[in-house]
């Protein structure tokens, strides 16, 4: 094992010198045994002895290798190890020790693969161990406890040959109780990449830095000017914190050679933090939010770090282009909302980072394709789509890793990123002894790669949309070494996907079979597309009737879009709630602009005018709306002679209107009127309301009553008339006849007086005026004179 790590072209390191002397010795003992007639069987124990047995099982102590500096080393550097070994067993170790391996070179990128499956498989240990001076002893190892260690070797002391990673193995060898003898305990494998020279061609590494979080806000704003937005959860502001997982990305990418590819639904979220904003409460009051500084901050870090950078800006809300591809393509609508995405794309980014993004490049699940999601991502304008090494099948005889770009037809170019250096950041990574192996595996697989071929090529790493602050760190790490090391160089995507497609690369998108089933599980439902789609329906008849239609417009088209978000992956239920908050919040909108109802109306008389109200509830005026009042039974009753009748409405904010319609009524009894609210394109809005009128129609027989009423009121001031009229001509007539009996003679003194006295009074009942109203003088019972004139005779 020890001389397969030798290649032509090197020399044989002292160690592996001393096994070979050891074996070739080994070799002629039986010969020598056989001529001097010497027992062969100490010299073979003595030999087993040398070299530590492996035991039976993967060992009972754990080997943790913590840090590995330098992570590629060159001449003249000091390789240093350090980590913990742990007694995971029932029995103490005793006269143990760590030591370091150099195994063989790693030729296949697939042999990587292999010692990252078996890393502590104490029963393959490779190489011979370095000298005793680079370990470290323990006299004890006690069940349970942990021992640091760390070694330092010079890297001439390892004996490193041609360029290329070499497994570096780090062992604990000692003995316990119930087996007395030296033998391998635990084992920690890693990767030591090896290129002291800068390589001729180096290859071209484009690393995607991605910023994109979930959906934080909601469609719902307040009734100030400012329309002051409302977020479902104040967890954006524990993401942008100091220490956040964003904060650390921003600060991480900032020192670093990537292309920033950021969501603008995070910059508008983070940027609507820095005035005035509402966190949803668990009743109906929202608490106010308090993470301005710390919003401006990170945006101004965020600007900082692009600057000269390549940004590439994802449609609005990162929406999940399979899902879209493979369940909403039948829902109609489903695709303005990518296309709307995209448009608002460029604007946002701008307007926040003050920098123009490309848009060009879609980018699916994990670089997932087939040609459905092909379509998808295209047909909002991207004609480039990153996916990934493991959705093309390489064809057999191609035994290296091709360039990235592949054009797939229709002028649409896949820029395939490599799946092994993609993936090499997942999982936890919080444990130094984790994030080791992973800055080691990745680096050992990029030089690999390089040293596959003579030839340059252009690499791309696109990793997990939202690593973790400990992934970011490691990612970091393990980038800083790539760029500062002699095999990489760094480059932008847009570059990557113009460079030269290599002809023996696959550029067959695979079928729709052969996506992963993994993936397709996770997908949004096509229910969830018919819910947006609902939505959008109700909104297009709803901003009809606005005044300023960009108050609802806007938030209402971007809470759409992050319904359709990749982050709802895996959390159904979640995305579930979302999207029917958006629609509900639109119900109740919806339902502020409506029909007052009305109770049972009465009708008497052939026409009438009845009133029917709108109530505006909104902030914002209402405009372009008919209100169509009909008669469900016409013959009874007309509305403004027709079955109905219809008004156009405008109502200012906060206002309610009433208009009154004319009607006519033909017949008694009741007759049903509906009252309903139309757009100006002849759609129905709200709901309708419907009332009771009773019609009393005017009978012939109660006008004649009325008309003979009137008749007995002349006939009567008549008769008062002709009265009035008979009693002053009585009177006249009686002056006339006093007259002519004084002219006549003397009378006697007696009848003199008496009748002086008769007329005194009569002239004084003539000179007081008479009123209309005033009652008729009674008429004496002595007096045998028929009733004058004047007299109201009671009948």
């Given at each position: 094992?020890?001389?397969?790590?030798?290649?032509?072209?090197?020399?044989?390191?002292?160690?592996?010198?001393?096994?070979?002397?050891?074996g070739?010795?080994?070799?002629?003992?039986?010969?020598?045994?056989?001529?001097?007639?010497?027992?062969?069987?100490?010299?073979?124990?003595?030999?087993?002895?040398?070299?530590?047995?492996?035991?039976?099982?993967?060992?009972?102590?754990?080997?943790?290798?913590?840090?590995?500096?330098?992570?590629?080393?060159?001449?003249?550097?000091?390789?240093?190890?350090?980590?913990?070994?742990?007694?995971?067993?029932?029995?103490?170790?005793?006269?143990?020790?760590?030591?370091?391996r150099?195994?063989?070179?790693?030729?296949?990128?697939?042999?990587?693969?292999?010692?990252?499956?078996?890393?502590?498989?104490?029963?393959?240990?490779?190489?011979p161990?370095?000298?005793?001076?680079?370990?470290?002893?323990?006299?004890?190892?006690t069940?349970?406890?942990?021992?640091?260690?760390?070694?330092?070797?010079?890297?001439?002391?390892?004996?490193?040959?041609?360029d290329?990673?070499?497994?570096?193995?780090?062992?604990?060898?000692?003995?316990?109780?119930?087996?007395?003898?030296?033998?391998?305990?635990?084992?920690?494998?890693?990767?030591?990449?090896?290129?002291?020279?800068?390589?001729?061609?180096?290859?071209?590494?484009?690393?995607?830095?991605?910023?994109?979080?979930?959906?934080?806000?909601?469609?719902?704003?307040?009734?100030?000017?400012?329309?002051?937005?409302?977020?479902?959860?104040?967890?954006?502001?524990?993401?942008?914190?100091?220490?956040?997982?964003?904060?650390?990305?921003?600060?991480?990418?900032?020192?670093?050679?990537?292309?920033?590819?950021?969501?603008?639904?995070?910059?508008?979220s983070?940027?609507?933090?820095?005035?005035?904003?509402e966190?949803?409460g668990?009743?109906?009051?929202?608490?106010?939010?308090?993470?301005?500084?710390?919003?401006?901050?990170?945006?101004?870090?965020?600007?900082?770090?692009?600057?000269?950078?390549?940004?590439?800006?994802?449609?609005?809300?990162?929406?999940?282009?399979?899902?879209?591809?493979?369940?909403?393509?039948?829902?109609?609508?489903?695709?303005?909302?990518?296309?709307?995405?995209?448009?608002?794309?460029?604007?946002?980014?701008?307007?926040?980072?003050?920098?123009?993004?490309?848009t060009?490049?879609?980018?699916?699940?994990?670089?997932?394709?087939?040609?459905?999601?092909?379509?998808?991502?295209?047909?909002?304008?991207?004609?480039?789509?990153?996916?990934?090494?493991?959705?093309f099948?390489?064809?057999?005889?191609?035994s290296?890793t091709?360039?990235?770009?592949?054009?797939?037809?229709?002028?649409?170019?896949?820029?395939?990123?490599?799946?092994r250096?993609?993936?090499?950041?997942?999982g936890?990574?919080?444990?130094?002894?984790?994030?080791?192996?992973a800055?080691?595996?990745?680096?050992?697989?990029?030089?690999?790669?390089?040293?596959?071929?003579?030839?340059?090529?252009?690499?791309?790493?696109?990793?997990?949309r939202?690593?973790?602050?400990?992934?970011?760190?490691?990612?970091?790490?393990?980038l800083t070494?790539?760029?500062?090391?002699?095999?990489?160089?760094?480059?932008?995507l847009?570059?990557?996907?113009k460079?030269?497609?290599?002809?023996?690369?696959?550029?067959?998108?695979?079928?729709?079979?052969?996506?992963?089933?993994?993936?397709?599980?996770?997908?949004?439902?096509?229910?969830?597309?018919?819910?947006?789609?609902?939505?959008?329906?109700?909104?297009?008849?709803?901003?009809?009737?606005?005044?300023?239609?960009?108050?609802?417009?806007?938030?209402?088209?971007?809470?759409?879009?992050?319904?359709?978000?990749?982050?709802?992956?895996?959390?159904?239920?979640?995305?579930?709630?979302?999207?029917?908050?958006?629609?509900?919040?639109?119900?109740?909108?919806?339902?502020?602009?409506?029909?007052i109802?009305?109770?049972?109306?009465?009708?008497?008389?052939?026409?009438?005018?009845?009133?029917?109200?709108?109530?505006?509830?909104?902030?914002?005026?209402?405009?372009?709306?008919?209100?169509r009042?009909?008669?469900?039974?016409?013959?009874?009753?007309?509305?403004d002679?027709?079955?109905?009748?219809?008004?156009?409405?405008?109502?200012?904010?906060?206002?309610?209107?009433?208009?009154?319609?004319?009607t006519?009524?033909?017949?008694?009894?009741?007759?049903?009127?509906?009252?309903?609210?139309?757009t100006q394109?002849?759609?129905?809005?709200?709901?309708?309301?419907?009332?009771?009128?009773?019609?009393?129609?005017?009978?012939?027989?109660?006008?004649?009553?009325?008309?003979?009423?009137?008749l007995?009121?002349?006939?009567?001031?008549?008769?008062?008339?002709?009265?009035?009229?008979?009693?002053?001509?009585?009177?006249?007539?009686?002056?006339?006849?006093?007259?002519?009996?004084?002219v006549?003679?003397?009378?006697?003194?007696?009848?003199?007086?008496?009748?002086?006295?008769?007329?005194?009074?009569?002239?004084?009942?003539?000179?007081?005026?008479?009123?209309?109203?005033?009652?008729?003088?009674?008429?004496?019972?002595?007096?045998?004179?028929?009733?004058?004139t004047?007299?109201?005779?009671?009948r």
């Amino acid at each position: 094992m020890a001389e397969a790590a030798d290649f032509q072209g090197t020399s044989p390191s002292p160690a592996r010198r001393r096994l070979r002397r050891t074996g070739a010795l080994l070799a002629g003992t039986p010969l020598l045994a056989g001529l001097l007639q010497l027992p062969v069987a100490p010299s073979a124990d003595a030999a087993v002895q040398d070299a530590p047995r492996a035991a039976s099982d993967t060992g009972t102590v754990s080997v943790s290798v913590n840090s590995l500096t330098p992570s590629a080393p060159t001449e003249g550097d000091t390789v240093t190890v350090s980590g913990t070994v742990t007694n995971k067993g029932k029995q103490a170790v005793t006269d143990a020790h760590v030591g370091l391996r150099v195994g063989p070179l790693l030729n296949t990128r697939s042999g990587i693969d292999t010692i990252a499956r078996n890393s502590d498989d104490v029963r393959s240990v490779v190489g011979p161990e370095i000298d005793d001076k680079y370990s470290e002893k323990f006299s004890k190892l006690t069940p349970g406890v942990s021992q640091p260690f760390n070694i330092s070797v010079p890297v001439d002391e390892l004996d490193l040959g041609r360029d290329g990673v070499y497994q570096l193995a780090v062992a604990l060898a000692g003995q316990t109780s119930s087996q007395p003898w030296e033998q391998t305990l635990g084992v920690q494998r890693t990767y030591l990449p090896w290129q002291p020279e800068e390589a001729d061609d180096k290859t071209k590494t484009t690393f995607l830095w991605p910023l994109i979080s979930t959906a934080h806000m909601t469609a719902e704003t307040g009734s100030d000017e400012q329309q002051t937005p409302v977020f479902r959860d104040d967890d954006l502001a524990e993401e942008i914190a100091p220490g956040g997982r964003l904060d650390r990305m921003v600060a991480l990418g900032r020192d670093l050679d990537v292309t920033w590819v950021i969501d603008p639904d995070l910059l508008a979220s983070v940027d609507a933090m820095t005035e005035r904003y509402e966190v949803r409460g668990d009743g109906e009051t929202n608490a106010v939010g308090g993470h301005q500084e710390i919003a401006k901050r990170w945006l101004a870090e965020v600007q900082k770090a692009v600057t000269d950078e390549e940004v590439v800006a994802l449609p609005f809300g990162d929406p999940d282009l399979a899902s879209l591809a493979h369940n909403g393509t039948a829902v109609t609508g489903s695709l303005s909302h990518l296309k709307e995405a995209t448009d608002v794309a460029t604007d946002t980014v701008e307007s926040v980072l003050h920098v123009t993004p490309n848009t060009d490049f879609a980018w699916p699940v994990s670089g997932a394709l087939d040609p459905s999601i092909v379509k998808v991502a295209t047909s909002a304008g991207a004609d480039k789509v990153i996916a990934r090494s493991d959705t093309f099948e390489e064809s057999a005889g191609l035994s290296y890793t091709p360039s990235a770009p592949r054009p797939i037809g229709g002028g649409t170019t896949a820029v395939v990123a490599d799946a092994r250096l993609s993936t090499a950041f997942q999982g936890d990574l919080t444990k130094a002894s984790t994030a080791t192996q992973a800055v080691q595996r990745f680096l050992a697989q990029s030089l690999a790669l390089g040293l596959q071929t003579g030839r340059e090529r252009s690499v791309v790493v696109a990793p997990q949309r939202t690593p973790t602050a400990s992934q970011a760190q490691t990612m970091a790490e393990a980038l800083t070494v790539l760029q500062e090391g002699t095999w990489s160089e760094s480059q932008d995507l847009a570059a990557a996907a113009k460079a030269k497609p290599d002809p023996a690369a696959s550029t067959k998108v695979p079928s729709a079979s052969a996506y992963p089933s993994s993936l397709r599980r996770q997908e949004l439902p096509r229910s969830a597309f018919e819910q947006i789609a609902r939505t959008q329906d109700k909104l297009d008849k709803f901003k009809v009737i606005l005044s300023d239609q960009s108050r609802v417009v806007t938030p209402f088209g971007r809470a759409l879009n992050r319904g359709m978000s990749m982050s709802w992956r895996g959390r159904n239920t979640e995305a579930a709630i979302y999207r029917s908050g958006v629609e509900s919040y639109l119900d109740t909108l919806i339902d502020r602009v409506k029909l007052i109802d009305k109770s049972e109306t009465k009708l008497s008389g052939r026409s009438a005018a009845i009133p029917v109200t709108v109530q505006n509830n909104l902030v914002q005026g209402v405009e372009h709306l008919m209100l169509r009042l009909t008669s469900t039974n016409p013959t009874r009753l007309e509305i403004d002679g027709d079955t109905y009748a219809e008004q156009s409405i405008a109502v200012s904010g906060g206002h309610s209107q009433s208009v009154k319609f004319t009607t006519s009524a033909n017949a008694n009894g009741q007759a049903t009127v509906v009252a309903q609210l139309y757009t100006q394109d002849g759609q129905k809005y709200g709901r309708p309301v419907a009332f009771e009128v009773k019609v009393t129609e005017i009978t012939p027989t109660v006008m004649l009553v009325i008309g003979g009423g009137v008749l007995l009121l002349v006939l009567a001031g008549f008769r008062m008339y002709t009265q009035r009229k008979r009693a002053a001509a009585r009177e006249a007539e009686e002056r006339e006849h006093a007259a002519d009996e004084d002219v006549d003679g003397p009378q006697n003194p007696e009848t003199a007086g008496e009748r002086l006295t008769e007329e005194a009074g009569a002239g004084s009942r003539a000179e007081a005026p008479q009123q209309p109203s005033d009652p008729a003088p009674d008429t004496t019972p002595e007096s045998a004179d028929p009733s004058g004139t004047g007299e109201r005779v009671d009948r």
